[in-house]
């Protein structure tokens, strides 16, 4: 695996979309045609050369490329978008829209991210050392297709409305959520090993939320089942399983109601 | 002697009274009265008499103080200040025409701008909630012909509309509603018993920032589905007198405002709010409507909706448009450091903001075009008076109920003062000469 080295040498005045800054673009490019490849601050178009040091040089393939983003990267968004294959490590905290729309590969942020990162997400893996923003594997703003696939670990705290219309995937936040836990969920799965404080799975129509913690507030739309012993993360423990929301439609499968399911731990 | 002019439209709030009578003075100058307003109606129309009202253009200076300037130099420094932004931010348009907004946003294509309007600390998050799930809405003259449940949710209107009562939603007698608020049930949700709760048949004192729990406890009423005890504060029972009020009307509708759209939940609130009334609608006929606060504040999000495609926080930037509020609205934007130069027209984001971005626009080239000194005007560095649309220039707006209304020309603007429309077209003109060479 050939690794490319970008570190940051000119912040930006205002924000730099960096959209391009994944492995498959970068895939099969020299240092010298990475530092080529355009980047916009505001309305200006410019290259990745102006605000960053390039050293190495991509693989023959996506698989084969891995990025390691050095320097104070808090002005820079769209890191790790749409990327489908190989590996991007940020050292510090980078901004909004990381792992936007990714489907594939690894991505390891070592600091926080800002809001929308890994929203629309439809596989591979994303791990967060730090805290994330708002908005955590939701879906883009009109859109009804939330995260659909593969994982997000956040190991600090997490922001509002993680996982709104989730479709599918895994999110797992060891720290606390803010309100709005899985609005709109429909399939997949989050886990809270912290506490949330209010409007956990509201308006859900299926798929799973786990909270290890407390809630503040329970939404009026749960009913309380039974109790239940699940695998979650790797490890058996006991929880409560209430069917929600009652207040949302949901559909029928063999003749059954399928509710959406949340596990609170006892 | 004086004359009276019929029929005119009121350019103040959403609910847009088409009924004032404006007694202007034989030389069609001078407002001496004002009938079928509105106190805060009669006031604007007012305000354009004031006799310290600014008649030119005025540029901050140094030491804070402000220096009069020609149009010419007004126009000048804003297309060069749009010129030289490599992300300027074009915002409020919510106080103009909608042939205002459309040079306006020319502009902004051409510069690369960002555009939002009020809607973006208003009802832009009733917007975000519609693209996400549609509304059943309907116009306000159905309402006042055919309503009989009527529910004020997070808003006010005795105090923010005040006529929007008596036109249209509880007080008029209507083609099916012949005895006026006798046929109708008022239902007001809001944690303060403010004067529109005041007249409710029913008032749910909820907790504050539990809206969205006591709608989706309203649903689950709907479905038969066990309910807490209390939900929001509220007792099951009390909401299961609710739901069934709402089921038994043969028209109802819900009007909602601020304090549902920026408490907590935000778009969640009204989400739940438009899915509330689509179940309501498996029993009887129901609708929903933002009590849309600027007079036409509306016909921007129309104007940009059939421009750009999204209805507030258009980002240009890139040559399309790009939209997601909590990143292309302005008070992220401005808090964020994202943009370079602050364009503001038919707004007071000085009075609205938070003050972290008004120092922001403070520090930044800023522009402010409005007839009067506000707060913006105030920190902007240059100050542009123009006519008052809907008193002294005509123009087109929109309802709360997105019904496009002609305003009237009623009177003269003071000699010399150009129009929104004016000003922005002389803006464009210029910014075409500096692009040309581009």
């Known amino acids: 695996m050939e690794t490319v080295t970008i570190t940051m040498k000119n912040q930006p005045k205002l924000y730099l979309e960096a959209d391009n800054v994944s492995p498959d673009k970068f895939a099969g490019k020299k240092a010298s045609e990475i530092a080529a490849l355009h980047a916009y601050e505001g309305r200006e178009q410019t290259t990745l050369g102006k605000y960053f040091e390039i050293a190495g040089e991509g693989g023959a393939t996506a698989a084969d490329t891995r990025i390691i983003v050095k320097g104070d990267v808090s002005r820079v968004k769209y890191i790790g978008m749409k990327m489908s294959a190989g590996e991007v490590l940020v050292e510090q905290s980078p901004d909004m829209y990381t792992g936007a729309w990714m ?32 908005y955590l594997g939701a879906a883009y703003r009109g859109d009804w297709r939330g995260m659909q696939g593969g994982l997000i670990r956040v190991k600090g705290s997490a922001g509002s409305d993680i996982g709104y219309f989730m479709n599918g995937g895994t999110i797992i936040v060891h720290g606390n959520t803010d309100v709005h836990v899985g609005t709109h969920m429909e399939g997949g799965r989050i886990v809270i090993k912290g506490n949330a404080p209010s409007k956990v799975g509201g308006q859900m129509v299926g798929g799973e939320i786990f909270v290890y913690g407390t809630i503040d507030v329970m939404m009026p739309g749960f009913k309380y089942v039974q109790d239940e012993e699940v695998e979650v993360d790797g490890e058996r423990s006991k929880f409560a399983l ?20 949340l596990y609170l731990k006892i | 002697m004086s004359k009276s002019v019929t029929d005119v439209i009121c350019p103040f709030c959403g609910t847009l009274c088409d009924d004032l009578e404006v007694i202007v003075s034989d030389d069609g100058k001078k407002i001496e009265d004002i009938y079928n307003a509105c106190a805060i109606g009669a006031e604007k129309f007012m305000h354009a008499q004031a006799p310290d009202r600014i008649k030119r253009p005025r540029m901050q200076q140094p030491d804070g103080s402000y220096k009069e300037v020609s149009y010419d130099e007004a126009v000048e420094y804003t297309a060069r200040m749009l010129y030289n932004a490599k992300k300027p931010l074009m915002y409020g348009w919510s106080s103009t025409s909608c042939e205002a907004q459309s040079v306006g946003h020319e502009i902004a294509e051409k510069v690369g701008a960002i555009v939002d309007n009020t809607a973006t600390v208003c009802h832009g998050t009733t917007l975000i909630a519609v693209q996400d799930v549609g509304i059943p809405s309907c116009t306000l003259g159905e309402i006042k012909n055919r309503a009989d449940r009527i529910i004020f949710w997070g808003c006010n ?47 749910y004192q909820i907790e504050q920032g539990r809206d969205f729990e006591l709608l989706s406890a309203f649903r689950v009423a709907l479905r038969n589905e066990p309910l807490p005890e209390t939900v929001a504060g509220i007792p099951r029972e009390k909401i299961i007198e609710g739901a069934e009020v709402m089921k038994s009307g043969r028209f109802g509708i819900i009007f909602f405002g601020m304090g549902v759209t920026q408490s907590l939940s935000k778009n969640h609130n009204i989400d739940n709010a438009i899915m509330l009334t689509k179940d309501l609608n498996e029993f009887t006929k129901f609708s929903i409507m933002a009590m849309r606060g600027h007079y036409n504040v509306t016909g921007s999000g129309q104007v940009l909706g059939w421009q750009f495609g999204y209805p507030f926080s258009v980002d240009l930037s890139r040559g399309f448009a790009r939209y997601n509020p909590g990143e292309t609205s302005s008070n992220d934007l401005l808090r964020r450091g994202e943009v370079d130069a602050v364009f503001v027209l038919g707004s007071d984001p000085g009075a609205h903001f938070p003050i972290s971005s008004v120092r922001k626009i403070a520090q930044l080239p800023s522009v402010c075009v409005d007839p009067h000194i506000t707060p913006t005007s105030e920190i902007s560095k240059l100050h542009v008076p123009v006519a008052f649309v809907g008193v002294e220039v005509g123009g087109n707006c929109y309802r709360m109920d997105n019904v496009p209304i002609e305003a009237r020309k009623v009177v003269d603007p003071p000699e010399g003062v150009l129009t929104d429309v004016e000003f922005l077209t002389r803006v464009n003109a210029r910014l075409d000469q500096l692009m040309g060479g581009k």
Do not use: W
Request: proline share 5%.
């Open chain 2, 157 to 203: 209107p005795c105090h923010a509309h005040p006529r929007h009562q008596s036109r249209y939603s509880v007080f008029p007698r209507g083609f099916f509603t012949n005895k006026g608020h006798m046929n109708r049930k008022v239902i007001v949700v809001d944690p303060r018993v403010t004067d529109t709760a005041k007249l409710a048949d029913y008032h």
């Open chain 1, 103 to 134: 489907q594939g590969g690894k991505l390891v942020v070592k600091g926080n991210v800002d809001s929308f990162a890994g929203i629309g997400m439809k596989g591979g893996e994303f791990l967060i050392d730090g805290n994330a923003g708002d």
């Open chain 1, 242 to 261: 209430y069917y929600g929301d009652t207040g949302e439609r949901h559909p029928k499968r063999k003749g059954q109601i399928v509710y959406g399911k």
